[in-house]
Each structure stands twice: as C-alpha cells, then as structure tokens.
C-alpha cells in the first residue's frame, strides 16, 4: 500500500520545482553576501533585509507558476493561494542573522506539505547552501541526497561518541534559563554541540 501510495504522488516534480526555485533563491543571496544590506528587525533580535524579500519572490514565483493550485505560507508575506491539498512552507533566507554580519552560515529552506499514507506529512524538501553550492534533497519514498550523493542516518548510538546541532529560539532572552540549561546538559554529554545559527 505504501509503495503504490508514493507512486501516485508527483514527489519527482515536487522535488525537481523545489530545487529549481531554491538554487533562484540561492542565487540572489550569494549575489548579495558581499553586497550592503538594508536591515530592519522584525523583533529585537530577529532581522530582515532586502535579500530575504528578492529570495522570497523568487522562489514562490517559481512555485506558484508550476502549482497555481498549491498553497503557499512563505517566513516573510505569510500564507497566499489555495489552502487545499498541497501547501510549500518556505524560509527564503535561512540564518538573516548570520548573512547580515558576514558569516558563511545560510540557506535556502523549501518544504511540500501534502497528503501521506498516514494523512498530512512532509512529502518534498530542499535546503540548498548557496556559499557551499550544497543542495540536501529528501522525498518521501525516495530518499535524501546531497547534490547526487545518497545520505543515511547515522549508526552511532553513543551520545558521547555523537555531534550535535542545535539552535535557540528568538525569544531565548525570555526564556533563557530553561533553554541554557538543556544546552548545558548537552555540552556536558555529547563529544561536541554545535550551534550555527541557521537551523536548516
């Protein structure tokens, strides 16, 4: 049942439309990476700039064109176009922060919601690193990848032995303490935790 679920889903064209408009995007950010950035803040330490927005376009453009039919909830203009089936979640600039000051940590964040074997779900993903030129593609029942190199979960068990990625929430000033402490337990327990500030 599961195999024939996935074969009557379009994931090949989901996933070929979200590497598309995430390689636009990146594009726009590598272009201006180097360049003056018009910065306004959304919270006290959530950031916006003109790079985000012309990312933005670019990748629901591209979307929108190849599913008119397909909602769209995008991290800057919010949710647009239908609210049926199918619904792209988008972050066109994943580490504003980072980019704003010059460090190299950012990406382009494209999701497919859809209808599952199981209901609702994640059917499509790409996050592309436009500095990198890395593109992380993962589809239901197809895998994930790496520009054409297939991935796979790691078989380390051992917390001590493993690497770690994590991240903060924009409110940790209001939530700090819990948080910190958390991070600290992991500190203490993970051969190394590492906090690039793009969650993607």
Same mark, same amino acid.
């Given at each position: 049942? $599961?195999?024939?679920?996935?074969?009557?889903?379009?994931?090949?064209?989901?996933?070929?439309?979200?590497?598309? @408009?995430?390689?636009?995007?990146?594009?726009?950010?590598?272009?201006?990476?180097?360049?003056?950035?018009?910065?306004?803040?959304?919270?006290?330490?959530?950031?916006?700039?003109?790079?985000?927005?012309? /990312? *933005?376009?670019?990748?629901?453009?591209?979307?929108?064109?190849?599913?008119?039919?397909?909602?769209?909830?995008? *991290? *800057? /203009?919010?949710? /647009?176009?239908? *609210?049926?089936?199918?619904?792209?979640?988008?972050? =066109?600039?994943?580490?504003?922060?980072?980019?704003?000051?010059?460090?190299?940590?950012?990406?382009?964040?494209?999701?497919?919601?859809? =209808?599952?074997?199981?209901?609702?779900?994640?059917?499509?993903?790409?996050?592309?690193?436009?500095?990198?030129?890395?593109?992380? $593609?993962?589809?239901?029942?197809?895998?994930?990848?790496?520009?054409?190199?297939?991935?796979?979960?790691?078989?380390?068990?051992?917390?001590?032995?493993?690497?770690?990625?994590?991240?903060?929430?924009?409110?940790?000033?209001?939530?700090?303490?819990?948080?910190?402490?958390?991070?600290?337990?992991?500190?203490?327990?993970?051969?190394?935790?590492?906090? @690039?500030?793009?969650? @993607?």
């Amino acid at each position: 049942m $599961t195999a024939s679920f996935h074969s009557a889903l379009p994931i090949p064209r989901l996933l070929w439309v979200a590497k598309q @408009a995430a390689l636009a995007g990146g594009e726009i950010l590598a272009e201006g990476y180097h360049r003056p950035k018009n910065i306004q803040y959304k919270g006290d330490i959530n950031l916006v700039t003109q790079y985000d927005l012309a /990312s *933005e376009r670019a990748v629901t453009g591209i979307i929108g064109e190849a599913f008119p039919d397909h909602g769209i909830l995008a *991290e *800057e /203009s919010g949710q /647009s176009g239908d *609210e049926g089936s199918f619904l792209w979640l988008i972050d =066109p600039l994943d580490g504003t922060t980072n980019f704003a000051h010059g460090f190299p940590v950012f990406c382009v964040s494209i999701a497919c919601w859809g =209808p599952g074997p199981a209901g609702p779900r994640v059917l499509a993903g790409v996050v592309y690193d436009p500095l990198r030129r890395e593109l992380f $593609t993962a589809g239901l029942g197809h895998g994930a990848f790496v520009n054409d190199q297939r991935l796979h979960v790691s078989s380390e068990i051992d917390l001590g032995r493993s690497l770690l990625a994590t991240g903060f929430p924009y409110d940790l000033r209001d939530r700090a303490e819990g948080l910190l402490a958390r991070f600290s337990r992991l500190v203490r327990t993970a051969q190394g935790v590492r906090r @690039a500030g793009a969650a @993607a």
